[in-house]
């Protein structure tokens, strides 16, 4: 099995990527919304194929990324039945598998955090993704939401602790940089939960966290349960001057073809020396040299009131020169994917040798 464990610093939020080897159906695991275009990019470079987008329950600390997921890869989102919401695309339950591929994960109904809280299983119960019921030497809070630490006892003790010891526990947050755990672990060393506790105890312990309310949970909890879809139905970070894509590395990047028939409404950034400028791979006809160790010192030579494409012999210069523009402040900045190597490749007009 394809699986990937992706973090939002903002929000200390893990999201999961699990794809099956063979057919490379996926699912993705409590998507962030602003990590939307980083997702896509990584699911697009794995070649994985999205199948649901699934939310372990309704955060109160971020926005989902679900509902951007169906639409910009026709995922099914996926949400516990207990809450009652209506624009899901499938409602699960306790028992309820989803598959992908040949890989699976079976729904265990964990509420106690919020009252629909599940927690997903992998077909070998080798890997649980736990959302915020049981966490790394933690447990999610109880205290909104309908939270209930009666419940949530019940929940961890009876569906978690109940898989096998070697089962890895991957949850939804973690604060200090923690990335898995197993049950056994927990069922030893959880502070709340763990050893001898008792239900007393672990009630005592979770009614006394005294922590703040959470910032976000005014604006997160009532765009959640609408499945994070924006207000203007656009994805955070949109690009709009042309068909430029993300790639998991933070380079925008723009395909050589889309250039060549675009040329003249571009401003191209060649970042290679003079040498190989007159060299023997040529340049594009309307290309401004700035080789690219100069180019911090002259930014003033390129224009902001229309697109920059950079480029060099392979796109990897050109690469740190997108980067060294966006963080300059320029606003519509791409790297022509592949350099001029692939631009010759294809047999692209407008190279002059
Ligand atoms: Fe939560």
């Not at 077909?123 to 309908?146: E, K, N, V, W």
């Not at 990897?316 to 997108?322: F, H």
Request: with cysteine; proline share 5%; aromatic share 8%.
């Amino acid at each position: 099995m394809i699986f990937r464990q992706l973090f939002d610093s903002v929000s200390s939020t893990y999201t999961y990527l699990l794809g099956c080897g063979d057919t490379h159906d996926a699912v993705v695991i409590d998507p962030v919304f602003e990590q939307h275009s980083r997702d896509t990019a990584l699911i697009r470079e794995l070649g994985l194929k999205v199948r649901y987008a699934l939310d372990t329950h309704v955060h109160a600390d971020h926005v989902t990324g679900a509902w951007l997921m169906r639409t910009a890869l026709n995922a099914e989102t996926v949400l516990s039945a207990r809450y009652g919401i209506d624009n899901v695309d499938v409602s699960v339950d306790h028992g309820d598998v989803l598959a992908f591929g040949n890989c699976s994960l079976t729904v265990r109904a964990t509420p106690g955090h919020t009252s629909g809280c599940l927690t997903f299983v992998t077909s070998g119960q080798d890997m649980a993704f736990t959302g915020d019921c049981l966490m790394i030497r933690g447990a999610g809070r109880t205290d909104f939401q309908a939270g209930d630490e009666h419940v949530m006892w019940h929940s961890i003790r009876e569906q978690i602790f109940t898989l096998p010891d070697n089962c890895l526990v991957y949850p939804g947050h973690d604060y200090a940089g923690r990335t898995v755990s197993t049950v056994l672990e927990e069922k030893t060393f959880n502070p709340r939960i763990g050893g001898d506790a008792r239900e007393e105890d672990f009630v005592g312990y979770m009614e006394n966290l005294g922590l703040p309310h959470p910032k976000l949970i005014d604006i997160a909890v009532p765009a959640n349960l609408n499945g994070g879809r924006p207000a203007d139905d656009h994805p955070p970070g949109e690009i709009n001057w042309g068909p430029v894509t993300m790639t998991f590395a933070g380079i925008p990047e723009i395909r050589p073809d889309w250039v060549a028939r675009h040329l003249e409404d571009l401003f191209v950034l060649d970042v290679r020396s003079s040498g190989e400028f007159d060299g023997d791979l040529g340049h594009l006809d309307t290309a401004h040299l700035i080789p690219l160790s100069e180019l911090r010192e002259r930014l003033e030579e390129v224009p902001r009131d229309r697109p920059v494409v950079t480029v060099c012999q392979s796109g990897k210069r050109s690469a740190m020169a997108a980067e060294i523009l966006l963080k300059s402040g320029f606003e519509q900045v791409a790297n022509i994917n592949g350099g001029l190597i692939q631009w010759s490749r294809l047999a692209l007009p407008f190279l002059r040798h």
